[in-house]
């Protein structure tokens, strides 16, 4: 089935240790989105990446970076993780820009910061 | 920006009753509206969607409505079940752009 993946489900860091979490996405989709999602609330766009283009939100913390090596693959870097960032992290894609484009979630990896 | 504000954040109701959730928005540029449903430790689902240019859409117990001059949407969940307990978050996004505004979410109890 086709389908967005992310791994790992969760991932334990410790304060200020880089961490990197994955989403790969089988639906040949051209955008692919990152959001974080803290307990009780709704999630919250960090970035998105249309095909190679690279696009922030204003609000985005610089110690949050992406890549996206290939259509099939986006990762999220965190480069000195504190406190505060932990959080569930959704992967998402959508098949094109524009009007209407249904966004199809991963199970979300949930990061804990020791 | 667009904001998207969303009632009620809690809502019990039992088996076999009728659930609305009820959003609101901003801008009027917005003309698709997304309902998503979240489960415990799961990414946010696709449940139903509404463009502008069309007042209702259904899918069997669950219902859509849209009021573009009030710039108001509803989901209408039809005979509870209790599988249907989870959080709900309702969406909004602009013509032209990718990003979706969520709702602070509800979060839906159905008791047996």
């Known amino acids: 089935d086709a389908m967005v993946i992310q791994n790992p489900r969760y991932q334990v860091t410790q304060f200020g240790k880089p961490v990197t979490l994955s989403c790969s996405q089988t639906l040949n989709h051209n955008v692919m989105y990152w959001y974080q999602q803290k307990s009780s609330q709704a999630p919250k766009l960090l970035f998105h990446?249309?095909?190679?283009?690279?696009?922030n939100e204003a609000d985005t913390p610089d110690n949050f970076q992406s890549r996206r090596p290939n259509t099939s693959f986006c990762f999220l870097d965190i480069r000195s993780p504190g406190l505060g960032d932990a959080a569930m992290y959704l992967c998402?894609?959508?098949?094109?820009?524009?009007?209407?484009?249904?966004?199809?979630f991963g199970p979300g990896t949930r990061l804990t910061v020791l | 920006g667009e904001n998207v504000e969303q009632h009620p954040s809690t809502l019990s109701v039992q088996e076999g009753d009728s659930a609305v959730i009820k959003c609101t928005y901003s801008d009027s540029a917005s003309n698709y509206f997304p309902w998503y449903k979240q489960e415990l430790g799961k990414g946010p689902q696709l449940i139903i969607d509404?463009?502008?240019?069309?007042g209702e859409k259904k899918d069997q117990r669950i219902a859509v409505t849209l009021n573009k001059t009030a710039k108001h949407f509803s989901l209408h969940i039809t005979e509870t079940q209790p599988e249907d307990s989870a959080v709900y978050f309702c969406a909004a996004k602009r013509e032209y752009g990718n990003k979706l505004v969520f709702g602070a979410g509800t979060i839906l109890r159905v008791k047996s």
């Open positions: 990446y249309y095909d190679k283009d690279f696009n």
């Open positions: 998402a894609t959508s098949r094109v820009a524009g009007n209407y484009n249904e966004q199809f």
């Open positions: 509404i463009r502008s240019n069309v």
